[in-house]
């Protein structure tokens, strides 16, 4: 399977600050790509330079198999995480105008816009201006701008910022749907819940440079099932015990990280021993563990 994304030792600085540390990855046709790290690790830097809004100091960046140029633009879809829409004009309008910028016919452009408008619910604001909805609906209209031309590489930078629940399930079974038909997806995201559920690999990134990369269910696999998932009612006292290494404790929810060795049935007797446990299950580590595990708690 062709890689869609080939970003070849790419650096960026501004001043003396190192924003992209020759950083290489590649993005197979048709997966899901979470990219991934702290605030500031260089996320949107690396995706600046995959679509040509700045050019990367050295390396290189393929395209669908060819060095970058911006005829491979019209085959991109790019939701940046800051907003870009024009407040004053109105939201069927705005569609049809950046449909217009890929080359769609104004016909076609007004018939794609009001389908999605009625697939994510919005077909009662078309003829809103755009500062008359929330900040939710502002997104969802960003989100069908960046499908709207069928692009077959879709960046999203924060999808689900502003979101509520509904709204994001409604984007993540778009976002599915994109899969099943073989469309390439990067998402940079803090939500790792979201990254569990969809992306097939992970890049993971800190001060620009990469940290951990590879096939997520690998990566998960890789460190073993030495976690612990715990609801109970009240205290297992674990804290300071010598099977824990460390712990993420909820109230009447934990979990646990065991010290290598450790026999996770010693810890239920423990726990047991002092607390009612209604849920005790050994697994994998989440995302989010491995993340704070990789890069610490500053992000």
């Known amino acids: 399977m062709a890689d869609v994304v080939e970003l070849c030792g790419i650096r960026k600085t501004y001043d003396h600050f190192v924003a992209?540390?020759?950083?290489?990855?590649?993005?197979?046709?048709?997966?899901v790509y979470g990219l991934l790290g702290p605030n500031g690790a260089g996320k949107t830097s690396t995706i600046r330079m995959m679509i040509g809004i700045t050019m990367p100091d050295e390396g290189e960046v393929r395209l669908f198999g060819e060095t970058f140029h911006r005829e491979q633009l019209?085959?991109?879809?790019y939701l940046p995480e800051e907003r870009g829409l024009?407040?004053?004009?109105?939201?069927?309008?705005h569609l049809v105008f950046l449909g217009r910028l890929h080359n769609l016919s104004e016909r076609e452009a007004r018939k794609r816009s009001l389908q999605w408008c009625e697939r994510l619910q919005l077909s009662a604001w078309t003829q809103k201006k755009v500062e008359e909805l929330s900040k939710g609906m502002q997104q969802k209209i960003q989100f069908i701008a960046t499908l709207l031309h069928d692009p077959d590489l879709v960046i999203m930078d924060e999808p689900f910022s502003g979101l509520d629940p509904a709204n994001s399930v409604m984007l993540k079974d778009v976002l599915i749907e994109m899969k099943k038909s073989r469309k390439t997806i990067l998402f940079s995201t803090h939500r790792m819940d979201q990254v569990e559920r969809l992306c097939d690999s992970i890049c993971l990134i800190d001060h620009g440079r990469v940290v951990l990369e590879g096939d997520l269910k690998k990566i998960k696999a890789s460190y073993g099932k030495n976690h612990v998932q715990m609801e109970y009612e009240g205290d297992p006292r674990l804290e300071g015990s010598a099977l824990v290494q460390s712990l993420n404790n909820y109230g009447n929810y934990v979990e646990v990280r065991l010290v290598p060795g450790a026999d996770a049935q010693q810890l239920l007797r423990t726990a047991s021993d002092n607390a009612r446990i209604s849920r005790f299950e050994v697994v994998e580590p989440s995302l989010e563990e491995i993340f704070i595990d990789r890069v610490g708690t500053h992000a």
């Open 86 to 93: 024009y407040k004053k004009m109105k939201v069927l309008d």
């Open 20 to 31: 992209v540390d020759r950083l290489s990855i590649n993005i197979r046709e048709g997966s």
């Open 74 to 77: 019209h085959r991109i879809g």
